[in-house]
């Protein structure tokens, strides 16, 4: 596990950099858990894995939309909030599992409700910590 203080959105975009530099060492599909209170960069951070991932069009905030799709040449990333879902039932429908043509990035912000369910390669926890964010990830797989 490596621990790191976040003092800006520099910062914050830099991880996102080296987050996206594991997920092209790896072939196989790949699923991020993103824990933290409100407002901890959680979007942010994904923004900036796939810009690095070479998704350069508008990244949106699946806190309405529970589930956002973004297509590269090479990957299909699913970039789902589930922070107002109540049962797994309700997740089920996203279909995060689904079959797809190129390697598959799924990037879950409020994982809570299925983490016991699934293996994601990283966990990360994000936290207020003054005017920045401390960030622990966790290599799982």
């Not at 991932?53 to 309405?64: A, F, N, Q, R």
């Not at 049962?87 to 990037?107: F, G, P, S």
Request: charged fraction near 30%; charge should be negative; aromatic fraction near 8%.
């Amino acid at each position: 596990m490596s621990s790191k203080y976040l003092d800006n959105e520099a910062s914050t975009s830099q991880l996102g950099y080296e987050i996206a530099e594991e997920i092209q060492k790896d072939n196989n599909d790949f699923e991020i858990h993103l824990y933290g209170e409100l407002g901890t960069g959680k979007t942010f951070l994904t923004k900036a894995v796939l810009k690095a991932l070479g998704y350069h069009e508008i990244v949106k905030s699946p806190t309405y939309t529970l589930c956002e799709e973004y297509e590269t040449s090479k990957f299909l990333c699913l970039h789902a909030d589930l922070y107002r879902l109540e049962n797994t039932q309700e997740v089920d429908v996203l279909d995060l599992d689904r079959l797809a043509d190129r390697r598959k990035i799924i990037i879950i912000e409020w994982p809570n409700l299925v983490a016991s369910r699934r293996n994601p390669n990283l966990e990360i926890h994000l936290k207020h910590e003054g005017s920045g964010r401390s960030v622990k990830v966790e290599q799982k797989k």
